[in-house]
């Protein structure tokens, strides 16, 4: 019929995509062939890679060999550095250690500082006690100087209890009386021109205190040619004390001041109307080192300043000083409870603070059982 279309039958989307497919393999599966009229013949350049990047490439492996080799120089560097870092972490664990023991050490010390302190504190308490209660036990004691060998027989007590009050011509009511008396020392030959000094021990304290308060007025007496002393009996501390106070008094008489020592070992010096009371040498030798700088009127007796012995110190104070200022500015205490609680520092050789003497009563005792030394200038 007139007009007519071919009958085609519509084909799906799958079905052209199938065809397409398999028209593209057999397309590659077939040769193509060369038309050696038209197509460029071969040359080097076509068959053959090129020079220069056979060149690149040769130095693009030889970059890589090179970088290759680094990265195993680094390996070994970092396997060197982690044992180095391992190393040294067991360095350091073994100085915390040390530190952390270190550390335990100081601890301990310090406590051992500090009861070494506490023990030090004590034993100067102890000593300056033991100092007192060794010159209380030798105030009933008189030491006797110059009276010649076995001139005393074979009784001192006997010789004594006859000789002694007609020396010093005074009369004893109850007579004399002694505990024990005998010489101090090896014995010496008769020809000796010093004999040993007696030490005799008197029953009443008041006698003793009679024998030596006449010394002190009248001096030294003679029997046939020999001169015979007659001294108080002290520990060795105070001993040394008073001496270090009597090599002073050259220095006191050259300053014009008046002064006396006192009992046990106390130097009590006067300057224009003011007195002090020093019972410790050094103390009294830095209060005359002082003294052209700072005069004596300037001084109050009842101030710290006073206390330890008129002259400013840079050293570190004793820690029981401050205990010792306490007591001593303690104005609701009674005077005999301040005298019984005055303490005065003492030094070594050094010129340390070495302890504390507590005098306790030997304030309060110089007014009703003692008689004074009347100061003088230029004597003790």
């Not at 040394?240 to 300053?255: H, T, W």
């Not at 300057?271 to 209060?287: A, H, I, M, T």
């Not at 840079?314 to 007591?327: L, N």
Request: charged share 30%.
């Amino acid at each position: 019929m007139p007009g007519n279309k071919p009958n085609h039958k519509p084909v799906s989307k799958p079905a052209r995509q199938l065809l397409f497919s398999e028209a593209l393999q057999h397309k590659r599966l077939t040769p193509t062939k060369i038309n050696p009229q038209t197509s460029p013949p071969l040359n080097e350049s076509t068959t053959m890679p090129d020079k220069d990047q056979s060149t690149t490439m040769d130095r693009i492996l030889q970059e890589i060999t090179t970088v290759s080799r680094r990265i195993e120089g680094m390996d070994a560097s970092i396997t060197s550095l982690t044992l180095e870092t391992k190393s040294m972490r067991s360095d350091i664990a073994g100085f915390q250690s040390r530190v952390t023991g270190l550390e335990q050490r100081m601890g301990s010390l310090e406590t051992q500082i500090n009861t070494s302190q506490v023990r030090e504190q004590d034993f100067i308490y102890l000593r300056s006690k033991l100092t007192d209660m060794e010159d209380r036990s030798r105030r009933d004691n008189i030491r006797i100087l110059g009276i010649p060998e076995n001139e005393e027989g074979s009784d001192m007590q006997t010789f004594l209890t006859s000789t002694l009050p007609k020396m010093i011509s005074l009369d004893f009511d109850p007579p004399l009386e002694f505990q024990r008396a005998h010489r101090i020392g090896p014995k010496r030959s008769d020809n000796s021109s010093r004999p040993r000094p007696i030490i005799a021990c008197l029953l009443r304290h008041n006698q003793t205190r009679q024998i030596l308060q006449v010394e002190r007025n009248h001096g030294p007496f003679r029997i046939d040619q020999h001169e015979i002393q007659k001294t108080a009996d002290y520990s060795k501390e105070t001993n040394k004390r008073r001496k270090a106070f009597l090599a002073l008094r050259p220095r006191l008489r050259k300053l014009e001041m008046k002064y006396g020592l006192f009992d046990p070992a106390r130097m009590w010096v006067t300057k224009n109307g003011v007195s002090k009371d020093f019972y410790n040498p050094d103390e009294l030798r830095l209060f005359l080192d002082s003294f052209q700088s700072q005069p004596m009127d300037s001084y109050n007796t009842d101030s710290e300043h006073d206390i330890v012995g008129g002259s400013d110190r840079s050293e570190t104070p004793h820690p029981g000083i401050e205990k010792v200022k306490t007591a001593l500015h303690d104005t609701g205490a009674s005077h005999r409870d301040r005298d019984m609680e005055r303490l005065t520092r003492s030094y070594d050789d050094r010129g340390q603070i070495l302890h504390a003497v507590v005098t306790h009563t030997q304030l309060s005792e110089r007014d009703k059982s003692r008689s004074p030394l009347k100061p003088t200038t230029g004597s003790s």
